[in-house]
């Protein structure tokens, strides 16, 4: 071999290994940075942050229940929207999409790793449930979120858009625990199924944007584990069911002590 060949073979190296640098620090700008604790730096008007700050992130090793896969899928046609513009748009509109009753209060950044938002959802019996999400992950083609302590579930929800033949496929993909006993006993009466609703009317919704009103959502469950997680039964303490109520059901006595705390410095 030759000096020139070598020179030439040395410089082929020299630009794969750049590129692949190149690569893997624009994928890490993708992924959130690493936090041992939530801190919520700004809250939106009409947003309660009470069972979000000091929270810990939990995925399904952290979760009690059973673990199971839920997949949603919806086609449109390729001709209204290419993956990436259907991503996009759905980045950008996120809370335009929730169900009506439930709001997604996102920070002034949106979609972005590492952002914090504070959801308010519609529980059965009109009772309300204050939590939130972090933004585990985003590029242009998915994103996905994932659960703090409290939360009903201990797990990941990714979004993301794929060509199918000639079509568009938006896809809603949660892996997920029952956060604690408590959440565990109420999955196979309504959580489920109420779970399943609220993602289903989030692409229908999304379809609707798109121009495809009548489109159908496919759904799959998958259950990856039966064994529920007793050494977690503890997160029960966490409940953010169970915090909000309380919270809501104090309201008489904070408003009762700010009026004679009033009436007293008057």
């Not at 590492?114 to 059965?124: C, H, K, R, V, Y």
């Not at 469950?221 to 809501?248: E, F, M, P």
Request: charge should be neutral; charged fraction near 25%.
């Amino acid at each position: 071999m030759s000096n020139q060949e070598k020179h030439d073979m040395d410089e082929r190296a020299t630009d794969e290994a750049t590129a692949t640098e190149v690569e893997a620090a624009r994928d890490a700008t993708n992924w959130a940075k690493h936090v041992s604790k939530l801190e919520v730096s700004e809250v939106p008007e009409g947003a309660l942050n009470l069972n979000v700050e000091g929270r810990r992130l939990t995925g399904p090793i952290q979760g009690f229940g059973k673990m199971w896969q839920k997949t949603y899928q919806v086609a449109l046609p390729r001709t209204m929207a290419a993956p990436t513009d259907l991503v996009e748009t759905w980045k950008k509109r996120f809370p335009e999409f929730w169900p009506k009753g439930n709001r997604f209060y996102a920070s002034l950044t949106g979609i972005a790793p590492g952002e914090i938002a504070l959801l308010d959802l519609s529980m059965p019996g009109g009772v309300k449930l204050s939590t939130g999400v972090m933004v585990l992950y985003a590029d242009e083609e998915s994103f996905t979120l994932m659960t703090p302590e409290g939360h009903v579930f201990a797990g990941w929800i990714t979004f993301s858009a794929a060509e199918r033949d000639d079509e568009t496929v938006a896809q809603i993909q949660v892996l997920m625990r029952a956060g604690d006993p408590f959440y565990e006993l109420g999955m196979p009466i309504i959580g489920h199924r109420n779970e399943d609703r609220f993602w289903q009317r989030t692409l229908v919704a999304l379809a609707t944007h798109f121009g495809e009103p009548g489109a159908s959502v496919e759904t799959t469950r998958v259950c990856i584990d039966k064994k529920r997680q007793w050494s977690k039964a503890g997160n029960i303490r966490h409940n953010a069911a169970i915090r909000t109520a309380l919270y809501y059901l104090g309201a008489p006595i904070r408003w009762a002590k700010r009026a004679l705390g009033t009436s007293r410095s008057a």
